[in-house]
């Protein structure tokens, strides 16, 4: 057992795997010398060598695409998208390359390659460097998506994703990079797929994702301290595969759902569990479910104003205590 | 003094023992052969209603596909355009796989799945028809990276036009194959049009990938896409630099496409004759009469044509014969697991 950041915890991800594999390379911009612009990747290159570890041009259409092609062809690439908003230059590979190859030519084309990127808001870098583009990518069937919270779940969902057969969007989040966990020893596996409950609780089940899931536990924790109120807090993990059965297992016991979204309002991953559980689980409520997000608004820059569009703790534990009637 | 050579060179009084030969420029005159009447079956067919969607046909440009594909080693790799008929066929596969994928039946290369802009047989080494313009220009980097990282022989090849040229994904792949020094090649088929906008309305040099070589320290190739001896000898010399390990070659063919862009185009946008100076110039022509000038007897040459017309008129026969695909497909191969699912 060690602490480790999760920054250090993707590198050790990445090094696990490409110790193991001798098919893994990487690339991207500023990651191999540099060491990567989040100081996510740094020693890697010194570790594996420049074949492996590669730098590249400011060319994301060329990094993804050259990355498909060698996953086509055998290797297991990893991709890095220096920031998550820049799949909006290199989307075609995302939403039309890697996800139809394998269907289009009825399986003959496969595309085992993972992108590692920095998404999500708090660096107060504004409406194009902060942006959680997971609902971008979730929309698009053939794909993967995952977002760990933890430098645990970095390191055991990086490996997943990296022995996954199908291409895995990697979700970093750019205000965990300095954050620190409790990390095991040893090969660290997890799986793709897999939602986990991470506080247990009667009263009301709180879905959340990446940076959401500190804050949905903090907000659980004042729910329980200031008003009794006891809630069960899912890290989602993994928007696809999505495990339903986890999260409609908390709602049959607490009888109540919220989602915390750090996405834009519209079309996140929090409508489609609301929709599904409503479907599925319908008579297991006892009141609506209820959606926490960021507004629909580009981000702000200034950090008095980029606080108070995310959700925070405190806006999650009103907007629960409110809705129980407590 | 003649060496043996000059002897059966002057006996052949032919130019078939160079360094092309009978042999290949008879497998070259068939392959070329095939894509001519395997695209004028798709077109009649078309009108006949049995090829359904979109189909972009490669009729006039037939050498290129010729040229380098007599080239090719096997394991080498092919990238192609919607456009992408003419190279899947040179490659060897079947032209009832192809037909039958054009006519969206079960006996199609991918049973329908992707419909004729993405022909793909990877036993083959057609590692896909990419309908998204430029988009396999990166993708055939990674493939050829694959192969500098494993130290393979294998080059990827890579078939675009004249349009792709403008955009990004063209000038970035450039950069990067020649950065990495990858064993690719980019092949630009210049027929003169992108869609149905004439390339020099929207293009700032007269040759849109000749002319650009030199931005990415490549040599400048500028050829007639209408001879495939001209096409095998461009390309055997740039497999040569990708396997020696000196990197990319881009290579511009000047052609010409007789049909429309598409089904649906009948392509009033050209001028007056321009098709009829063209034709004047047809690929198989210009290789017919090469071979009956080199002394090949006019039997070989007619045997070719008929076996070939043979060969489509029975593909045709079993693809009109074959079922459409069964429905349980539509959820295949969405993921690895051979599913759909994505979700518990
Ligand atoms: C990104 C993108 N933009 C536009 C199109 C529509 N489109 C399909 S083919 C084509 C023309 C391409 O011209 P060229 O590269 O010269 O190839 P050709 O069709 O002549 O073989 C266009 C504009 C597309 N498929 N993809
Ligand atoms: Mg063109």
Redesign the interface.
Known sequence: MAELTYRDAVIRGIAQEMTRDPDVVFLGEDVAKAGGVFKATVGLYEQFGPLRVRDTPISEQAILGAAMGAAMTGLKPIAEIMFSDFFAVCFDYIANEFPKSRYMSNGQVKCPLVVRTGNGAGSRFGAQHSQSVENWCMMIPGLKVVAPSNPRDVIGLLAAAVRDPDPVIFLEHKSLYATKGEVPDGEIVDSLGTAKVLRSGKDATICALALMVPRALEAAEKLKAEHGIDCEVVDVRSLVPLDTQTILGSIAKTHRLFTVEENPRLCGWGAEIVSIAADEAFYDFDGPPVRITTPHLPLPAADILEDIVLPTPDRIAETVRRSLGS | MATAKDRAQAKAGSGLNDDIGEQKRLEMYRTQVVIREAEQRAYDLFLQNLVKGTSHLSLGQEAVAAGFAGAMKQGD?SFCTYRGHAHTLARGVPVEKVLGELMQRDNG???G???SM?L???DHGV??S?A?I??????????????Q??GAKDV?VCFFGDGTTNI??FH??L??AA??KLPVIFVCENNLYMEYTPIGDVTAVPQPAADRASAYGLERILIDGNDADVVYRTAQAAFEKARAGEGPSLIECLTYRYSGHSRADPAKYRPEGELDRWKLRDPIKIYRERLLQFGVAEKIITDIDAQVRKIVDDATEACKAAPPPPLD?IT???????G?????
């Open positions: 790799l290369l991918m049973r799945k992707g419909g993405h793909t047989s990877v590692m896909g990419y998204i430029g988009a396999h220009l990166p993708i055939a980097c990674g493939a050829a990276w694959r192969a990282y494993k990827s990004g994904a970035e792949a950069n990067f950065v990495w497909i295949t191969d969405v993921y690895a697991d051979g759909w699912a994505w979700r518990n």
